[in-house]
């Protein structure tokens, strides 16, 4: 058996629960990684860990994701340091507090600049270089939120729907690019930072290993929208699949 | 926003006590100290690891808990000069699964992986080489500590005021233990050749003991309904071989609570077709990976369900050499007439090295481990017969391994007691200490 060629990794959101366990992933199999958040300190703790645990090299980057000007010129820098860009996952993102984001406008902008329009200029900023590269994989983390709107989360499932539709574009767009891909990994519950303040007993919640996992295969083969874990298609088809008189009676 | 948002519930192995109320989850260096100042902290704390102490020592009803699992990054490895400094929520499974390739090891490992760093150093745990390694704390070479009165420090061996003597065993109670710098050791191979040797008298097992001193691994299963007969196992790393870490699979996960009958039965025919099979021929060594030697358990999830509902209690002593035959022959007499006890026990050899920790349990002698279903008072009343043999050899408890002991006897078998009252951290308690430091 021959090592696969190494990978040269840049995850944006990397302080993220599910980007760090997909890290060490890469990190076990030797990969080059720039790793970017935007807390120097704790990205440094990730870093000394990922390097510790094999990365060949792992470059840090402070940066606010959804303030970003120009996300080209960053892949290129980041492509000089670790000798090109193989894969790039696309984490960050922000839930928002649903009720407040009904009222308050500069917290809704907030969640929907992150999750969509942050999200879609760095999936875009990447899908130019894949195409000209004629390889490379882009993962962006979508959501279970964004299949249906539902009254407890429809702000950030809106922003999810909307980088579900461009990453569907792109992963069209790529098709006719040599090896370039773009997934979509739309997870289900994970227990982590972000869902922190809820009940998490019950048979549905994910690890972050687990999500790691399924996105990690994803990077090397597959289709173009990845639920994770699986069963959430099934779910989701389900949930879809109500009747608005049915749904709207629910608490979801 | 607090870091105590969130209740959940949190439990020990045994599965007699629980807990239920807030947790933090603290990911980062920096969210150590934000855990004291948070405004919704309760008034008392405690860390948690994966909670595989069986007791109460481990729990902290009527405060929070902060689980330290979300730190779990290497801080550094230094292959050459053999130093790991890890963040405590890290687990011996993921630092030998990143030690192992590099013909790296650590020292002392507990009878399963599924322990933290953290939890390995608040109570000093020991292995099956304690005579000629000692007790984990021994290897640890520095600790960073996080206390709500004095914010984030480090403890090394050579601290002046004992605060590094009272956290290596001091069961969480002198801070949050953020990172573990610990000295490893160096294999050649991630197998060991092991061997079992059957014995049916308590002599034949102090001279196996002594026979295989050299051995890296001692230890022994004795058949408690039968006192004296048992299969004495020992090991050592094998010189040349592959550094392969445990595999990854998935192990066998008990999907319910099963009636605990089932277990104490079924271990029990086990342990005598291999003993019998050991007594017709001698088999001699064999090869075996560590993770079958050291953590035999592991490969069944959950095996603590295998009690039921009512959960389990693991009594574990040790008892000084002098005198020490007679008070583990006492005891199994006192088990095996109760009827209702435990079918084997562990036995392990501790030697004369000296312990890191003020509270450490280790001490030169004999240990003794051994599970009883959880039968309420009947139970409670058969383990205070045994504390009593203990008490009188001169020996005492595993607080790990503990739920129940009563406050006079705690405080007569760890006189040093208040030395680690007064460097606890005012703002941590556990359900453990508030019982056993009782007037
Ligand atoms: C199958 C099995 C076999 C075992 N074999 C052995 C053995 O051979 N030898 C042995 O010595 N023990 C053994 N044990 C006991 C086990 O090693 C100890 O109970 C160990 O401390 C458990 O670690 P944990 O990470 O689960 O911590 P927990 O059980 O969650 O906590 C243990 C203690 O550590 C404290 N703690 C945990 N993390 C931190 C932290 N970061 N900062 C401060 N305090 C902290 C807690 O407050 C608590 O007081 C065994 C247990 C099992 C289930
Ligand atoms: N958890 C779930 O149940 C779930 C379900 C479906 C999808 N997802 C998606 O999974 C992804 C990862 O989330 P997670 O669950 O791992 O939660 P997480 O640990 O809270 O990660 C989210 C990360 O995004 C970062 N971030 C937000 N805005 C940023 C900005 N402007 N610049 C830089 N970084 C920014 C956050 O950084 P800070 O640490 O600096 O705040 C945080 O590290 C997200 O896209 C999320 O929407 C999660």
Request: aromatic share 8%; hydrophobic share 45%.
């Given at each position: 058996?021959?090592?696969?060629?190494?990978?040269?990794?840049?995850?944006?959101?990397?302080?993220?629960?599910?980007?760090?366990?997909?890290?060490?992933?890469?990190?076990?199999?030797?990969?080059?990684?720039?790793?970017?958040?935007?807390?120097?300190?704790?990205?440094?703790?990730?870093?000394?860990?990922?390097?510790?645990?094999?990365?060949?090299?792992?470059?840090?980057?402070?940066?606010?994701?959804?303030?970003?000007?120009?996300?080209?010129?960053?892949?290129?820098?980041?492509?000089?340091?670790?000798?090109?860009?193989?894969?790039?996952?696309?984490?960050?993102?922000?839930?928002?507090?649903?009720?407040?984001?009904?009222?308050?406008?500069?917290?809704?902008?907030?969640?929907?600049?992150?999750?969509?329009?942050?999200?879609?200029?760095?999936?875009?900023?990447?899908?130019?270089?894949?195409?000209?590269?004629?390889?490379?994989?882009?993962?962006?983390?979508?959501?279970?939120?964004?299949?249906?709107?539902?009254?407890?989360?429809?702000?950030?499932?809106?922003?999810?729907?909307?980088?579900?539709?461009?990453?569907?574009?792109?992963?069209?767009?790529?098709?006719?690019?040599?090896?370039?891909?773009?997934?979509?990994?739309?997870?289900?519950?994970?227990?982590?930072?972000?869902?922190?303040?809820?009940?998490?007993?019950?048979?549905?919640?994910?690890?972050?290993?687990?999500?790691?996992?399924?996105?990690?295969?994803?990077?090397?083969?597959?289709?173009?929208?990845?639920?994770?874990?699986?069963?959430?298609?099934?779910?989701?088809?389900?949930?879809?699949?109500?009747?608005?008189?049915?749904?709207?009676?629910?608490?979801? | 926003?607090?870091?105590?948002?969130?209740?959940?519930?949190?439990?020990?192995?045994?599965?007699?006590?629980?807990?239920?109320?807030?947790?933090?989850?603290?990911?980062?260096?920096?969210?150590?100290?934000?855990?004291?100042?948070?405004?919704?902290?309760?008034?008392?704390?405690?860390?948690?690891?994966?909670?595989?102490?069986y007791g109460?020592s481990?729990?902290?009803?009527?405060?929070?808990?902060?689980?330290?699992?979300?730190?779990?990054?290497?801080?550094?490895?230094?292959?050459?000069?053999?130093?790991?400094?890890?963040?405590?929520?890290?687990?011996?499974?993921?630092?030998?699964?990143?030690?192992?390739?590099?013909?790296?090891?650590?020292?002392?490992?507990?009878?399963?992986?599924?322990?933290?760093?953290?939890?390995?150093?608040?109570n000093d745990v020991h292995g099956k080489?304690h005579t000629?390694?000692g007790s984990?704390?021994?290897?640890?070479?520095?600790?960073?500590?996080?206390?709500?009165?004095?914010?984030?420090?480090?403890?090394?061996?050579?601290?002046?005021?004992?605060?590094?003597?009272?956290?290596?065993g001091?069961m969480?109670?002198?801070?949050?233990?953020?990172?573990?710098?610990?000295?490893?050791?160096?294999?050649?191979?991630?197998?060991?050749?092991?061997?079992?040797?059957?014995?049916?008298?308590f002599?034949?097992y102090y001279?196996?003991m002594?026979?295989?001193?050299?051995?890296?691994?001692r230890v022994a299963?004795i058949?408690c309904?039968?006192p004296?007969?048992g299969?004495?196992?020992?090991?050592?790393?094998?010189?040349?071989?592959?550094?392969?870490?445990?595999?990854?699979?998935?192990?066998?996960?008990?999907?319910?609570?099963?009636?605990?009958?089932?277990?104490?039965?079924?271990?029990?025919?086990?342990?005598?077709?291999?003993?019998?099979?050991?007594?017709?021929?001698?088999?001699?060594?064999?090869?075996?990976?560590?993770?079958?030697?050291?953590?035999?358990?592991?490969?069944?999830?959950?095996?603590?369900?295998?009690?039921?509902?009512?959960?389990?209690r693991q009594y574990q002593c040790v008892i000084p050499d002098a005198g020490g035959r007679e008070a583990i022959w006492e005891m199994l007499r006192v088990i095996s007439?109760a009827?209702?006890g435990s079918?084997?026990a562990v036995v392990k050899q501790f030697g004369r090295l000296p312990q890191?920790g003020l509270m450490s349990f280790p001490r030169e002698g004999v240990t003794l481990a051994l599970d009883f279903?959880?039968?309420?008072?009947?139970?409670l009343d058969l383990l205070h017969t045994l504390d009593e043999i203990v008490l009188s050899a001169g020996g005492r408890l595993y607080p790990a391994k503990d739920g129940r002991v009563s406050a006079n006897h705690f405080q007569y078998m760890y006189p040093n007691w208040?030395?680690?009252?007064?460097?606890?951290?005012?703002?941590?308690?556990?359900?453990f200490?508030?019982?056993v430091?009782?007037?």
């Open positions: 058996m021959t090592a696969p060629p190494a990978r040269r990794v840049v995850i944006l959101g990397a302080q993220s629960a599910i980007a760090e366990a997909c890290a060490r992933r890469f990190a076990a199999e030797s990969a080059s990684l720039v790793i970017v958040g935007r807390d120097l300190g704790r990205l440094n703790e990730i870093a000394n860990d990922l390097a510790a645990r094999g990365a060949a090299q792992v470059h840090a980057a402070a940066l606010d994701l959804a303030a970003e000007q120009r996300p080209a010129e960053r892949f290129l820098e980041w492509g000089h340091r670790i000798g090109g860009v193989t894969h790039v996952l696309i984490a960050f993102g922000t839930l928002g507090d649903q009720t407040r984001m009904e009222s308050d406008v500069d917290a809704a902008r907030l969640a929907l600049e992150t999750n969509f329009t942050a999200a879609a200029l760095w999936a875009l900023a990447a899908a130019d270089l894949f195409e000209r590269q004629r390889s490379g994989v882009l993962v962006a983390i979508g959501s279970v939120a964004g299949d249906r709107g539902r009254r407890s989360n429809y702000v950030y499932g809106a922003a999810k729907a909307g980088l579900g539709v461009l990453m569907q574009g792109i992963a069209h767009r790529l098709h006719h690019a040599g090896d370039a891909r773009a997934v979509l990994i739309k997870p289900g519950l994970v227990e982590t930072p972000m869902t922190g303040h809820m009940d998490v007993s019950g048979r549905l919640w994910a690890r972050p290993e687990e999500i790691a996992a399924i996105i990690h295969r994803a990077g090397a083969k597959g289709g173009p929208v990845v639920y994770a874990p699986a069963r959430w298609r099934w779910i989701m088809l389900a949930i879809r699949a109500l009747p608005a008189f049915v749904m709207h009676h629910t608490r979801l | 926003m607090t870091a105590f948002a969130r209740t959940e519930r949190l439990g020990s192995w045994g599965r007699t006590a629980s807990f239920e109320g807030a947790v933090a989850r603290p990911r980062f260096a920096g969210d150590l100290p934000a855990v004291f100042s948070d405004p919704e902290r309760p008034t008392t704390i405690l860390a948690h690891g994966l909670g595989r102490s109460d481990c729990l902290n009803p009527g405060g929070g808990m902060v689980s330290m699992r979300g730190l779990d990054r290497i801080l550094q490895l230094d292959p050459a000069a053999r130093v790991l400094r890890a963040q405590a929520g890290m687990t011996i499974e993921e630092a030998l699964s990143i030690l192992t390739p590099k013909g790296l090891f650590l020292p002392v490992l507990p009878g399963t992986r599924y322990v933290t760093l953290g939890g390995a150093v608040a080489n000629t390694h984990f704390g021994r290897w640890v070479r520095r600790i960073g500590l996080v206390r709500s009165d004095r914010g984030a420090m480090q403890v090394s061996p050579d601290d002046p005021d004992g605060l590094f003597a009272a956290t290596v001091g969480g109670l002198t801070g949050l233990i953020a990172w573990v710098e610990i000295a490893l050791t160096q294999v050649q191979s991630t197998d060991l050749i092991v061997e079992d040797v059957a014995f049916d008298t002599d034949e001279e196996l002594v026979n295989h001193g050299d051995s890296d691994y299963w058949d309904t039968r004296g007969y299969i004495f196992t020992h090991a050592r790393h094998a010189p040349i071989g592959e550094t392969q870490p445990h595999p990854r699979t998935k192990a066998f996960a008990v999907p319910f609570d099963m009636p605990g009958f089932l277990l104490n039965g079924a271990t029990l025919a086990l342990f005598n077709r291999a003993y019998r099979g050991l007594k017709r021929r001698r088999h001699g060594p064999r090869r075996a990976h560590y993770s079958t030697f050291h953590f035999p358990l592991d490969g069944v999830r959950d095996w603590n369900r295998l009690y039921g509902e009512r959960g389990f007439k009827g209702d079918f084997l890191p279903r959880n039968r309420g008072q009947r139970t208040r030395e680690l009252e007064a460097r606890r951290d005012p703002a941590i308690q556990s359900s200490w508030k019982r430091t009782r007037a």
